[in-house]
């Protein structure tokens, strides 16, 4: 536990033994709670889910301890609750997380001690893990988009993909997807309330879909995705490859992935072959070549290169990805709606609020309304980052 968390639970467990009083919360505990609570956050469809789901099949066995499943639920559904910007943050939303985590960890052990087995301690040490990279940690959390956390990740319905979350905001988030190899026409499906911006980097041999149309890729792209369009991407290549992609919906906030998927039959192979960045495929970009050109830059820049309007979906809103290469002066990253970044190229030193941290390439992070956040380079590298938002069409 860092010593951050820390004292910000003993603010908040004082707080209800003293009728809630809540004066003695200054800005700063305020800000860190939101920073740890988005953390939380993002295990609504990692940690908590995929703990609970294996609890289930075990339940099945050896019968786990129903209250532990129904704590579980109950971490889950507090995702459908935004995360407040004024005290109760702190006096509500991180303690309801720090109090259900703690009791969960408990049961869980106390079950392993009753009943040892192998499997319940794979599954208590895995959850006891998830949970200490988010209150061992300064407030920022941060995720790879080429890992599986153990027990952090959940099989689409229907279609058998693993997705592990990386940063989840307010409507939207930024997950990822291992692909086995030599894997044909499995992936094809389409969302009914959400909107999403695939991502795909080298090495790599794929046909990527959208539609009726699509594009043999080698090499890295980003493809915008509208509500009720039918995608996927085949890979071609014997070998794994990952598959980072934002999903958003104004509706169904930014965790609506989780069941709003409709697999959908299709024959890839045979669909017409357009460009990648023809209209067919919705104008789809060369992502490492945006890259590439704007690292070039002698100095701070910052471009959208998905607009909103290529996924724009009436009341479930539109994603937009921007690219952002950050000059040795820096570059404030704060604004009026939770953005989530993707550090791309170099490494950087991050301040958010009160907390700090150092990213490299493939680090992701989120940065929630109304919050400060400085950002400089460090070492000779260029640093470029990718920047996806969710606003109203």
């Known amino acids: ?112 001690r009753n009943e040892p087995s192998k499997e319940k301690n794979r599954i208590l040490n895995a959850f006891r893990q998830n949970m200490n990279r988010i209150t061992g940690g300064n407030g920022i959390f941060t995720a790879k988009d080429d890992h599986l956390p153990e027990q952090g990740g959940f099989v689409v319905p229907n279609l058998g993909i693993t997705i592990a979350p990386l940063v989840y905001g307010d409507h939207h988030s930024w997950n990822t997807t291992l692909l086995e190899g030599s894997l044909i026409a499995v992936t094809s499906h389409r969302h009914h309330a959400g909107v999403e911006i695939h991502l795909g980097w080298s090495p790599m041999h794929g046909r990527t879909f959208l539609g009726d149309y699509a594009t043999e890729t080698r090499e890295g792209y980003a493809m915008p995705i509208p509500a009720m369009v039918d995608h996927g991407l085949d890979n071609l290549d014997p070998e794994e490859h990952w598959v980072p992609f934002i999903f958003g919906s104004l509706t169904l906030s930014g965790w609506g992935v989780f069941f709003d998927v409709e697999p959908r039959e299709k024959d890839t192979e045979n669909l017409p072959m357009a460009p990648l960045d023809s209209p067919e495929m919705n104008h789809s970009v060369y992502i490492e070549r945006e890259i590439e050109r704007v690292a070039g830059y002698a100095g701070s820049h910052r471009e959208v290169i998905i607009p909103a309007s290529a996924t724009a979906s009436g009341e479930v809103g539109a994603l937009e990805l ?34 700090g941290s150092k990213l490299e390439e493939k680090d992701h992070f989120g940065v929630p309304a109304f919050m400060d956040a400085d950002i400089k380079p460090l070492g000779d590298d260029p640093l470029v980052l990718l920047e996806g938002i969710i606003t109203k069409s």
């Not at 700063?28 to 988005?38: F, G, K, N, P, T």
């Not at 709606?337 to 907390?355: F, H, L, N, Q």
């Open 1 to 112: 536990m860092n010593e951050a968390y820390r004292q910000l639970m003993e603010k908040a467990e004082w707080s209800h033994q003293n009728h809630r009083s809540i004066f003695h919360f200054t800005d700063e505990d305020i800000a860190l709670a939101r920073l740890y609570a988005y953390g939380f956050r993002t295990q609504t469809i990692g940690a908590f889910y995929a703990c609970r789901q294996n609890l289930a099949k075990l339940s099945q066995d050896s019968g786990a301890p129903s209250e532990t499943i129904a704590l579980l639920s109950e971490l889950e559904a507090q995702a459908t609750i935004p995360v407040p910007a004024d005290f109760r943050v702190l006096l509500h939303t991180l303690y309801f997380y720090d109090q259900k985590v703690k009791r969960t960890l408990d049961l869980l052990e106390a079950d392993c």
């Open 322 to 355: 921007s690219i952002i290469k950050v000059g040795t002066e820096g570059a404030s990253l704060g604004g009026d709606i939770y953005k989530i970044y993707s550090v791309v190229k170099g490494k950087a030193e991050i301040t958010i609020g009160p907390a």
